[in-house]
């Protein structure tokens, strides 16, 4: 049997062993389902954002005020609804329970509960505004059509340089979650490579497969296993959220243009980084022979992943800056940084290519690294070894 047909063979055990596992099915289970229930729940919340906004009367009112109220609600987009109190003390008590937003008192004073909404002032303002200065006209003899020539607001024509575009919002905001789902998730399995080491060291399982493969074929089986289970957790997440942002029904943004390249982008991001911690996790991992001893030993690649967390944070609100662009660069944090800053189209085609390739090569070189202590240091039993030490038992 060829040394790669093991290979498969240990790669295949390792990923059948664990998907089939009852907490992966309920836990892939219930987070596609929660997933899938963001849209619809969005959706439903939206349709009560329009609610009209009520403004009450009270006191005395100019003539007309309420029609006014409304054709200035036009001008302004706002849907409005007009309430009336006999006096002052009813309209505030209203006002302190939340069923209107301002009270016009007298036609002359707008009253809020704690604070001042600017445009609903504005609002107001132009409709006592309008129906005194009406008043005043019709009292001064003029026609009506001489009252709306001098009273009608004068139209404004509104051009813009530039539209905003909401699919680059959206793409930047897919493009971040998509970074945090990475970071979430080359942890996690990273740190199932790292468990699933100490397990076969504790309970000797790997000195019976080394009895048939060498260590570096348990390896690449093992990460390799493994990784196909992450790459399966990823794309079934990620075509969750996409027919979940579908379900939600969002205006302007078409999901399916966003979502394809967002989801091909993740899986070449997942490999990249994936390879290179995975053999990273496995060398700490076999450093040691109890899984009590792995949290200490796995801060290693832990420390080394979050710089790349907090540059992905950076990069969503200023993808241009100094640091998210260099670490977008480097191998360690480019698999969580550089499809931040592609999705919002700020990075040069070099920039992306030296991306690739350096997170290529270091991932070469943690796979002959990862793979040096590993051997080193699987057979070596009865307390944590030093690197150093795994590092020379390879040659020996």
Known sequence: MSPWTQIALLAKREFLQRVTSKPFIITMSLLTVAILAVGPVVSLLADGVDEATTIGLTGGEPPGIEQELHAQAVLFGMEIEVDRFPTRVEAEAALADGQIAVVLVDGTEAVYHTEESSRLTALVHGAVDTTLKTAALTDAGLSEGEIALIVEPVSMGITTLEEEDT????????????????????????????????????????????????????????????GLLGLLQLVVLAGAATTSAQLADLSD??????????????????????TFYAFLYAAVGSTVSRQEELQGAIMIPIILILPGYLAAILAAESPEALLPTVASWLPPWAPFVMPVRVAAGVPQPWEILVAVVGTTLGAIALVWIGSRVYSGALLRTGGKVKLREAWKAADE
Do not use: C
């Open 167 to 226: 699919q680059d919002k959206a793409k930047s905001g897919a493009a971040f979650a998509g970074a945090m789902l990475l970071y979430v998730s080359i942890i996690m399995f990273g740190q199932f490579v790292a468990m699933g080491t100490v397990e076969e060291k504790q309970n000797r399982v790997v000195e019976v497969v080394l009895s048939r493969v060498r260590p570096w074929q348990v390896l690449v089986g093992k990460v390799g296993g493994i």
């Open 253 to 274: 943004i078409d999901v399916a243009a966003i979502g394809l390249p967002i989801i091909a982008s993740l899986i070449l991001w997942f490999i990249l980084g994936y």
